[in-house]
C-alpha cells in the first residue's frame, strides 16, 4: 500500500502528513493524532496495517514543532492541547477534504481528539479512539516527564540523538511538551469537564504498564461520558499500545470501525446502536 506524503499549511505553518488507502470520498478517514514527542515518522508502519485491516483512508500529521512540520515559539502556552483542537485539527480535516472520520488520538493526541469531539460540534467525527489518554495530571506521569527530561539531557541515553532522528529541531519537540506539562500551572490541568459533551461512542486503550498514567484516567472517562464506549486493557503493554501490541491495538480499532457501521463504504453509516454503555 503506497504512502501519498501531503503538506498543510496552518496559521501560516507547514504541517508535514501522510496519507494511507483509501481517499476521503471513498471510505470513511482515520485520523492519527501522535503523542507528545511524536510525528508522521514514529507512527511507523501502523498507520498502512490500519488502512489495510480496515478498508478506511488513514491520516497521520505532525503538529507544528514536531517530525517536519515547521517549528514553533517556545514555551508553548499551557493551553497547546486545546489551541491543536479547536484551531489547527478542523483546519487539517478541512484541507485534507475529510467527510467521515474518526479520531485516533494517542497520549496528548487522545487527549486533543477529546477536546475537538467535546468542543466543536463537527458533524464529520462519528467515533474517536483514545489510546493512552490524560483527562487531570498524575503525580507518576509528571515523575516519568522528569525521568525523561533527565534521560533527554543524558548523552550516554541516547535519547536526544534517537529523537533527532524524526525531528527536525529535537530541541523544539522535546522542550515543547517537556516545559509544558512540567511547569508549575500545568498541575491544574483537567479535562474532566469536556467528558460529558463527547457526541461520539468511544474505544479506550491502555496498557497495563503505562508508566505515564493510571487506571483513574480511563476511569474517569467511562464514569462521565455519556454515549456508547467499550475499554481494551493490554497485558505486558505500556504507554505505547500500537508499538508494544500492535496486533491487538489493530484488531481493537477494526472491530470499533466495525461496530459503527461506517465500513465497507459507499454504504450508509449504520446506527452506532450495537456498541453498549
Known sequence: MTAQPLTFTVAGRSLEACWHGAAPDQAPTLVLLHEGLGCVSLWKDFPAALAQRTGCGVLVY?????????PVTLPRLLT??????????????????????????????????????????????????????????????????????TAFDDPDTRLREKLGR?????????????????????????????????????????????QYGTAAQLESIEA?????????????????????????TLAGITAFVEELGLAPWPEAPASPGRLTN
Do not use: K
Open 80 to 149: 497547546y492541547m486545546h489551541d491543536e483542537a479547536r484551531d489547527v485539527l478542523p483546519r487539517v480535516l478541512d484541507q485534507a477534504n475529510i467527510q467521515t472520520a474518526i479520531l485516533v488520538g494517542h497520549s496528548d493526541g487522545a487527549s486533543i481528539a477529546l477536546i475537538h469531539a467535546a468542543t466543536q460540534g463537527d458533524p464529520r467525527i462519528r467515533g474517536a479512539v483514545l489510546t493512552a489518554p490524560h483527562v487531570f495530571t498524575e503525580p507518576m506521569c509528571l515523575d516519568s516527564i522528569r525521568e525523561a527530561r
Open 62 to 70: 505532525s503538529r507544528a514543532g514536531y517530525g517536519h512540520s515547521d
Open 224 to 248: 462521565r461520558a455519556r454515549v456508547p464506549r467499550r475499554t481494551l486493557w493490554l497485558d505486558n503493554c505500556g504507554h505505547a499500545p500500537h508499538q508494544d501490541c500492535p496486533g491487538e
Open 166 to 210: 524524526h525531528h527536525r529541531d529535537v530541541d523544539v519537540a522535546f522542550r515543547g511538551w517537556n516545559d509544558a506539562w512540567l511547569d508549575p500551572g500545568f498541575v491544574a490541568w483537567n479535562l474532566e469537564g469536556f467528558i460529558a459533551g463527547v457526541p461520539c461512542p468511544l474505544l479506550l486503550i491502555q496498557g497495563r504498564d503505562d
